[in-house]
T-cell receptor
Framework: GNSVTQMEGPVTLSEEAFLTINCTYT??????LFWYVQYPGEGLQLLLK?????DKGSNKGFEATYRKETTSFHLEKGSVQVSDSAVYFC????????????????FGQGTILTVHP | SQTIHQWPATLVQPVGSPLSLECTVE??????LYWYRQAAGRGLQLLFY??????ISSEVPQNLSASRPQDRQFILSSKKLLLSDSGFYLC?????????FGPGTRLTVT
């Protein structure tokens, strides 16, 4: 079946540090990949996405590249801010999921990021 | 643009009481709709999904149920709440690849 594995965390960084949150996946074919962010007490927000191999998703200074050869979609940011403190979720949507899979996503367990001033 | 609403935002209910959480989507037609539960601010558990009015699929057997009486309305219900039903309930919609989430309902069962 499909699965997503994220680094355990929590991740604690100082402001302006470099961020990497690892995400690897298991799926058949070429799934679509996503990163979501959840701020305290809120719902999930789509941060970025990639729908095919070698695509790079980017938004708000965050980037992730779809690596088919390593089945990975690691999230990176060059300089984090206190306002980036949140829980980050990696997710996949299987190829051809418009049919019997009904667009269901498989989520990782989430990684807590805390950024100190 | 599309928006998704959930209410109430917070709810405190005694064990054994009924539950009704509502989710509505604006600005789109015939979306797929989803109910998730999140415990301890971490992993998401898919509870139900719907691809159309009256069409509900359950992912996990439990004392919760879902209904979709209108195209853009999705309701999560229970006849008798358990302590283990406490959590953060999230509704989401999708048309193509990504899902978009509502603000959530924090349910505490006492």
């Amino acid at each position: 079946g499909n699965s997503v594995t994220q680094m355990e965390g929590p991740v604690t960084l100082s402001e302006e540090a470099f961020l990497t949150i690892n995400c690897t996946y298991t799926a058949t074919g070429y799934p679509s990949l996503f990163w979501y962010v959840q701020y305290p007490g809120e719902g999930l927000q789509l941060l970025l996405k990639a729908t095919k191999a070698d695509d790079k998703g980017s938004n708000k200074g965050f980037e992730a590249t779809y690596r088919k050869e390593t089945t990975s979609f690691h999230l990176e940011k060059g300089s984090v801010q206190v306002s980036d403190s949140a829980v980050y979720f990696c997710a996949l949507r299987p190829l051809g999921a418009g049919g019997t899979s009904y667009g269901k996503l498989t989520f990782g367990q989430g990684t807590i990021l805390t950024v100190h001033p | 643009s599309q928006t998704i609403h959930q209410w109430p935002a917070t709810l405190v209910q005694p064990v054994g009481s009924p539950l009704s959480l509502e989710c509505t989507v604006e600005g789109t037609s015939n979306p797929n709709l989803y109910w998730y539960r999140q415990a301890a601010g971490r992993g998401l558990q898919l509870l139900f999904y719907s691809v159309g009015i009256g069409q509900i699929s359950s992912e996990v057997p439990q004392n919760l149920s879902a209904s979709r009486p209108q195209d853009r309305q999705f309701i999560l219900s229970s006849k008798k709440l358990l302590l283990s039903d406490s959590g953060f309930y999230l509704c989401a919609w999708s048309l193509h690849y990504e899902q978009y989430f509502g603000p959530g309902t924090r349910l505490t069962v006492t």
